[in-house]
Structures are given as structure tokens and as C-alpha cells.
């Protein structure tokens, strides 16, 4: 069996993870995604990223330790 993910959150997943390399962090997560685990995880802003493929920059955060 094959499996395949698509649609906009999979897109900005991709995007987030290649980020990575060039903002010289390990973790990123997204505005929607850090509300979801806020009381789980220690993130810092990162303020507004252009992400490629998207229009607007977005907030994004980087997960530094588990609560």
C-alpha cells in the first residue's frame, strides 16, 4: 500500500522543515500548530517568515524543550 498526504498543511509542513537549514533551528512550528501545544512545549517567535509558496509572511515558532 502507498500512502499520500496533500493540501496546505502538508505544503506549509514541507516548507517549515526546509526552513530549518536556513534560520539555523531544529524545530519549527506554525502559529495554528503552536496554539494547539502552547502549554506542552517551549517555543520561541520567531516574528513573520516569508514562507515560499505562501503570500503573507507568517508567524512561526521554534520548539526549544517540552514542558
Known amino acids: 500500500m502507498q500512502y499520500t498526504a ?18 539555523d533551528t531544529d524545530i519549527l512550528i506554525s502559529e495554528s500548530t503552536y496554539e494547539l501545544v502552547a502549554g506542552h512545549v517551549v517555543a520561541d517567535p520567531l516574528g513573520p517568515v516569508r514562507v515560499r509558496g505562501f503570500a503573507e509572511p ?10
Not at 496533500?6 to 534560520?23: D, P, Y
Not at 507568517?58 to 514542558?67: A, C
Open 58 to 67: 507568517m508567524p512561526v515558532y521554534e520548539v526549544k524543550d517540552l514542558k
Open 6 to 23: 496533500i493540501g496546505a498543511s502538508v505544503n506549509l509542513a514541507s516548507r517549515l522543515e526546509g526552513l530549518n537549514r536556513e534560520l
